[in-house]
């Protein structure tokens, strides 16, 4: 059990905020001036800059979908999240779909709210909805959905954690999915928010972590408690509420999963939102870490396949540098400063900074968002999912954020905040994080309460697109049009049931430049990106050598990979040899 000191702070208390430590009453050591830089800023979009994205909803077919969740006055908690959204490949076409959440109003009979949808893309970014054809019924109150070959068929299944029975839906290879949750022994009625697919123990096939957030059942909506925020009149939770217990569920093999979560050491009740799958510690056992709401972080150490171990408090995951808990959102993952050690990005609350965490030797972390700048520019806003992406192919990764608050009744007062509110986009320049000249172009001007996100080239053009699922809005896709280098596709297929690589890591080297990406991690808010790894060039002509480790442990190594080409690398049953196919991208 984390101690009592360290769960407190930076986050939500029964609705009203605890301060965070760089905001205007504790300074924290960057000093006094944070909240009211921050303030000050005078923010000039434009598409002049070195990033410009295009908003294409309109014109792509997606502004025919609205996300409905709850009224508009948002009187519960659940009503607030929203949800995430998927960029995938069902019909193994080349191009990207969109799979979008929906939810509903509370009380109304399951079958009358309105149902997830499915959007395929006509190969060049128009996209309509095909849920019928596809199977797509879904009328629960969907928050995530993750993408994964769970049944190692070489087709991509869904799994989407609800508020009510989760759903697991399985690829038919005819472009439909069937509902198989209870088949698969997956059926229990939660409040669940994020997933993550991972072979924990070794065995060949994969298991699933899923974070629930809070116990609240259909005998909570009869009376709606409300707090204060700001001296405004507002929504309960999640401190003052009852967290709801993780689950863990061992794959036996052929589908059969089994709730394991008290055997492994997993009784977690901490207001989970995103886990992430990774070897932190890089000793070939993948594990876990969960931002938590107005807790403390968790970041579950993997002992070798038979339990789990919360190491995050010693590990320097687990709150702020001034030893403070946050409200921990979305999570991305990526390697900012190309030292091959993964580094943690954690969204946060308003009034508290958005937390990054590099990663040292040896497994641990440090806080270091003030030192790198990103502390004064996150502070007013409420961030949800985020990722590190290379938008613009030059080898190092940027870093975008997706806001929105969660009471809308800040838009009544003068509090300094919005319920809708801009997307940021940051870039690494000198040692330091800053948000670029055109602050990533005209479309990131626009006001939202976005949430959930997903990244992927849906034009088909080489370069990275952005989709954000706003609330109680269509979605929003914005297509890449940034200047940009070269840049090489890597897309692994695993040996065994675990067809889609999850644990691999693979090490691009150009020059003495090394770019790390880690495969299958579920990063975002409750989304999931496309699965293929992106190498940006700049103008090099392609990839000195490129290390795959397996998750197997093996590792093989390439050399020069070309420009423009799309490598499809498949592990042999031996996990040592692989088969290789190289594609020019048109």
């Known amino acids: 059990m984390k101690p009592l000191s360290c769960r407190l702070g930076g986050g939500w208390l029964g609705g009203a905020l605890l301060l965070g430590p760089a905001c205007s009453q504790d300074p924290g050591p960057d000093g006094a001036h944070l909240v009211q830089a921050a303030a000050a800023t005078t923010r000039v979009y434009s598409d002049s800059g070195p990033y410009r994205f295009r908003d294409a909803t309109a014109e792509s077919g997606l502004a025919t979908f609205v996300q409905e969740n709850g009224v508009p006055e948002k009187r519960y908690l659940v009503e607030s999240v929203g949800g995430g959204c998927a960029l995938f490949d069902p019909d193994q076409d080349g191009d990207l779909d969109a799979y979008l959440t929906n939810a509903g109003q509370l009380g109304r009979p399951e079958a009358d709210n309105p149902s997830d949808a499915l959007y395929v893309n006509d190969g060049g970014g128009r996209f309509a909805d095909k849920s019928g054809a596809a199977g797509i019924d879904e009328h629960r109150w969907t928050n995530g959905v993750r993408v994964c070959d769970v049944d190692g068929d070489g087709w991509s299944d869904l799994y989407l954690t609800n508020y009510g029975r989760n759903t697991l839906y399985l690829a038919d290879g005819r472009g439909a999915f069937v509902d198989s949750t209870e088949a698969a022994g997956l059926g229990v009625w939660s409040w669940s928010t994020g997933a993550s697919f991972l072979d924990f123990d070794r065995d060949g096939d994969l298991d699933l972590h899923v974070v629930n957030y809070v116990v609240f059942g259909p005998d909570d909506i009869a009376a709606p408690e409300t707090n204060q925020y700001k001296g405004i009149e507002v929504l309960k939770g999640p401190l003052g509420l009852e967290g709801a217990r993780d689950h863990f569920y061992v794959n036996a093999g052929g589908l059969a999963f089994a709730e394991k979560s008290h055997e492994l050491g997993l009784d977690e009740e901490f207001f989970g939102f995103q886990n992430v799958a990774f070897d932190f510690d890089l000793d070939g056992w993948i594990d876990l870490f969960v931002a938590n709401d107005s807790v403390a972080n968790s970041l579950w150490r993997n002992r070798a396949g038979q339990r789990f171990e919360d190491v995050a408090l010693r590990r320097g995951v687990a709150v702020s540098l001034n030893g403070r808990a946050q409200a921990g959102m979305g999570v991305g993952l990526g390697d900012y400063d190309g030292d091959q050690r993964a580094d943690l990005y954690v969204t946060n609350f308003a009034d508290d900074y958005s937390t990054l965490y590099r990663g040292e030797d040896a497994g641990f972390f440090v806080d270091v968002t003030q030192s790198l700048g990103l502390a004064s520019p996150t502070l007013d806003k409420l961030a949800w999912s985020t990722g590190f992406v290379d938008f613009d192919l030059d080898g190092d990764e940027e870093l975008y954020a997706v806001n929105g608050h969660v009471y809308p009744q800040v838009d009544q007062f003068e509090l300094g905040t919005e319920y809708r509110q801009p997307a940021q986009?940051?870039?690494?320049?000198?040692?330091?994080?800053?948000?670029?000249?055109?602050?990533?172009?005209?479309?990131?001007?626009?006001?939202?309460?976005?949430?959930?996100?997903?990244?992927?080239?849906?034009?088909?053009?080489?370069?990275?697109?952005?989709?954000?699922?706003?609330?109680?809005?269509?979605?929003?896709?914005?297509?890449?049009?940034?200047?940009?280098?070269?840049?090489?596709?890597?897309?692994?297929?695993?040996?065994?049931?675990?067809?889609?690589?999850?644990?691999?890591?693979?090490?691009?080297?150009?020059?003495?430049?090394?770019?790390?990406?880690?495969?299958?991690?579920?990063?975002?808010?409750?989304?999931?990106?496309?699965?293929?790894?992106?190498?940006?060039?700049?103008?090099?002509?392609?990839?000195?050598?490129?290390?795959?480790?397996?998750?197997?442990?093996?590792?093989?190594?390439?050399?020069?990979?070309?420009?423009?080409?799309?490598?499809?690398?498949?592990?042999?049953?031996?996990?040592?040899?692989?088969?290789?196919?190289?594609?020019?991208?048109?």
């Open 425 to 586: 986009l940051f870039e690494y320049v000198g040692g330091r994080f800053r948000e670029p000249p055109g602050l990533g172009g005209r479309a990131f001007a626009a006001k939202h309460s976005g949430r959930g996100s997903a990244t992927g080239d849906v034009d088909g053009d080489g370069d990275i697109d952005l989709l954000i699922e706003n609330i109680d809005e269509p979605p929003r896709l914005l297509l890449n049009e940034s200047p940009s280098g070269g840049s090489v596709e890597v897309l692994l297929v695993g040996a065994g049931a675990n067809r889609d690589a999850i644990g691999a890591r693979l090490v691009a080297r150009v020059g003495e430049r090394r770019m790390l990406r880690l495969v299958g991690a579920a990063t975002g808010f409750l989304s999931s990106s496309d699965r293929v790894a992106v190498f940006g060039l700049g103008a090099s002509p392609g990839l000195d050598e490129l290390e795959v480790t397996w998750p197997s442990g093996s590792i093989e190594h390439f050399q020069q990979c070309p420009a423009g080409s799309r490598i499809s690398i498949a592990e042999l049953a031996d996990g040592v040899a692989a088969r290789v196919s190289i594609a020019q991208r048109d």
